[in-house]
């Protein structure tokens, strides 16, 4: 049986079912069809990891795909990314150095049914599974097609596509318009046309998912720990315990497990010492003794380990009419939870170039191409240099404090701006603020090199917290999106105005650790 469709999407995870939400809400009239290899439903819990939604992929699931109810009824708010910094043997949580958000300012407004005073940026916490079943059903109920159980065993690509695919009762040929390859790291399309390149950036991971909510509050009696703020919020977060070479994920799931990862430096911690999960406790015993007494007393609901190396692709976008997103395309690290953002930017170039062909503008297509192209591409190197070598500092205490605060303030200052704004992958946008590209980049080279070269003020940070708040640069950054600014002009003044205050930060950062 053969059949035609103007955008086949080979994958029906994360990445292809909100593109495929995308293009039919931004294009009520394209044919959209989703081929996924899995049946549904997945599982809620245990699907993928990925569970954690920042400020950018958070604002496009509710803002551009319309899916805020669903995220505050069947997830969980986040109360931001937080960070524990290594001390002495690690046995007491309430003297590792903290940095996060703890006390709110009494003039920020309460958003409602979040239950989270003082975060206009909602962000969220999610099972995966639970999101692309219901993900699923929202396609479907727009008019996308997505057929399951469905392997794609050729594809010829031309003018159309033509595809051939295994499906559960009988082989199905598909010519389409467009192809885009959503399969994550399988990299159907990257691997055929041999795109994908290896970086030199790569970690060690295993993950696992367990039965039980882990509270980091019930991890110390100590006083001045459990003062900075009040009970009940830390769990919220994303929480992050940095060590010499590693960093470990604690992230609460809807569903009341706790998704739990690890990754390391593989010069530091071979990959034989996290391939089973009696290793992994093994290892966390004498690095995270707290963390191995709580995960040691439950059953683990899944467990993964694997050597992630970064890639990027040779080409992601092409107005010949074939494009990669999300894993297909990239992966760097998980570090700031930087995979959402990357579907969240993709999917809107690639719906916008989808767009233009369909109104037969052949120069805006080739326009956005190549300006997607190197808009992704500079997002990627933008990320990679926040990990690359840097694995070295995450038993710093004094260097992560300083850089977790720096990190943070660029990504507000920049990405969040400007996506949340509608501006991220606006072509004539990114005309107007070619001089602010270059100073930023400048900016941020140089905060890189001087990281590398870190040299500790001091032997002890025990105790020492930073909220994430109280920080007026970050806290400035943070409330420069809180407007939306449908000005181009004035939203490059604003921009203006925030690489102004990363430049005073630069001078001025070493003082959040006196």
């Not at 790291?185 to 039965?211: S, Y």
């Not at 920049?414 to 004539?428: I, K």
Request: hydrophobic share 40%; glycine share 6%; proline share 4%.
């Amino acid at each position: 049986m053969t059949r035609s469709s103007d955008v086949v999407i080979i994958g029906g995870g994360l990445t292809g079912l909100t593109l495929a939400l995308q293009l039919r809400q931004v294009l009520p009239t394209l044919s959209v069809t989703v081929l996924e290899r899995h049946r549904y439903p997945v599982p809620e819990t245990t699907f993928k990891v990925g569970e954690s939604m920042v400020e950018v992929s958070s604002w496009y699931l509710r803002e551009v795909l319309g899916l805020g109810n669903h995220l505050i009824e069947s997830h969980l708010p986040k109360f931001g990314l937080r960070f524990f910094m290594s001390n002495s043997d690690n046995t007491d949580l309430g003297c590792r150095p903290e940095y996060g958000l703890l006390r709110i300012p009494e003039d920020m407004p309460t958003q409602p049914k979040m239950n989270l005073p003082g975060i206009h940026l909602p962000t969220y916490n999610i099972d995966r599974g639970r999101l692309e079943n219901y993900l699923l059903e929202c396609c479907r109920k727009i008019g996308a097609e997505v057929i399951e159980a469905c392997k794609v065993k050729s594809l010829d690509l031309g003018d159309p596509h033509e595809l051939v695919t295994e499906a559960s009762i009988s082989d199905l040929k598909i010519n389409a318009r467009w192809v885009i390859d959503a399969t994550g790291r399988a990299g159907f399309l990257a691997r055929r046309l041999k795109l994908r390149q290896t970086q030199e950036h790569a970690v060690n991971a295993a993950w696992f998912r367990i039965a039980e909510r882990i509270d980091p509050d019930r991890w110390t009696e100590d006083a001045a720990y459990h003062s900075r703020t009040r009970p009940g919020l830390r769990w919220l977060s994303t929480n992050h315990l940095m060590g010499d070479g590693y960093w470990i994920w604690l992230i609460p799931l809807p569903s009341g497990a706790t998704s739990v990862g690890i990754m390391a430096d593989p010069n530091q911690h071979p990959l034989e010492q996290l391939n089973q999960f009696e290793k992994v406790l093994t290892w966390l015993r004498s690095r995270e003794p707290q963390l191995a007494e709580v995960v040691s007393s439950v059953e683990s609901l899944d467990f993964h380990a694997m050597k992630a190396r970064s890639y990027l692709s040779r080409r992601t976008l092409s107005a010949d009419r074939w494009a990669l997103c999300g894993e297909s395309a990239f992966f760097v690290d998980a570090l700031y939870s930087p995979g959402g953002d990357f579907i969240a930017v993709g999917n809107t170039l690639i719906t916008q170039m989808i767009a233009a062909d369909y109104a037969a503008d052949r120069l805006q297509l080739s326009i956005l191409a190549r300006f997607g192209e190197e808009l992704l591409n500079g997002m990627y190197r933008q990320y990679f240099g926040l990990y690359h070598g840097n694995y070295a500092l995450m038993g710093s205490p004094g260097a992560m404090l300083q850089k977790v605060a720096w990190d943070t303030a660029v990504y507000f200052a920049y990405n969040v701006l400007l996506f949340c704004n509608d501006r991220f992958c606006n072509v004539r946008f990114h005309r107007m603020i070619k001089k602010e590209n270059a100073l930023l980049e400048n900016l941020q080279q140089r905060m890189i090199y001087r990281f590398k070269r870190y040299e500790a003020q001091r032997n002890s940070y025990a105790g020492h917290f930073i909220d994430q708040a109280c920080v007026d640069a970050v806290q400035s950054l943070y409330l420069s999106s809180e407007n939306r600014l449908e000005d181009a002009d004035v939203l490059k003044v604003r921009l203006e105005e925030n690489i102004d205050i990363l430049e005073r930060f630069s001078n001025t950062i070493e003082e959040i650790v006196k």
